[in-house]
């Protein structure tokens, strides 16, 4: 793969309870076309994965919400597991920390419940997209256009909707980043 990302800088939120595959593969793929990335997260030290309804591995945090700016990032990145993103719906600090980025019309990847986070962050609406099945209606209801496909991509926002995806999500993502910003994030409402 070309280092197409380099000189990019990603930030990967996430807190205890990410799906191990969902934040490490993405980040190894990052790593690979060049990206600087950084793990940031509410809390410091580490957090836990989850290999489906196991512990899983712990992951360094590189930066906390407290101390992190969205404006020095390029891109972002949203694991899934079920209680990572909710989890972070509510921490003040963390929506507005993606809310930077969707205002900023900066590239966003999310996968499987990663899109949760984006409902809060008011980065769905007039978005065509994907997700765990289950935040089919949440999404719906916060005016996106639910599809059932391996990756979505709409003006710089990247989804899927599970670990299986992660092959074609992955280089979508590299691509969607390398791209760099979009334009206006919403539709005209």
Not at 26 to 33: D, G, I, N, Q, R
Not at 56 to 65: F, I
Not at 107 to 126: E, F, K, Q, S, Y
Request: charged share 25%; with cysteine.
């Amino acid at each position: 793969m070309a280092k197409s990302l380099n000189g990019k800088t990603v930030a990967v939120l996430a807190t205890d309870g990410f799906e191990q595959s969902e934040l490490t593969e993405p980040v190894k793929a990052l790593k690979e076309a060049g990206a600087t990335v950084h793990i940031v997260s509410p809390k410091s030290g580490s957090i836990q994965g989850w290999k489906h309804h196991d512990k899983g591995d712990t992951v360094p945090v590189d930066a906390t919400l407290e101390s992190a700016d969205a404006g020095r990032y390029d891109a972002l990145m949203l694991p899934g597991g079920v209680m990572n993103p909710d989890a972070l719906r509510l921490e003040p600090k963390a929506i507005a920390f993606i809310r930077a980025f969707v205002q900023a019309g900066k590239p966003i990847a999310a996968i499987c419940h990663g899109p949760w986070t984006l409902i809060d962050a008011d980065g769905v609406r007039g978005r065509r997209m994907t997700s765990w099945p289950s935040l089919k209606i949440d999404l719906t209801n916060a005016g996106a256009t639910w599809v059932d496909e391996t990756v979505v991509t709409d003006r710089g926002l990247v989804t899927s909707r599970n670990p299986q995806d992660l092959p074609n999500f992955c280089p979508k993502m590299i691509e969607e980043f390398a791209e760099g910003r979009h334009g206006h994030r919403h539709a005209a409402e």
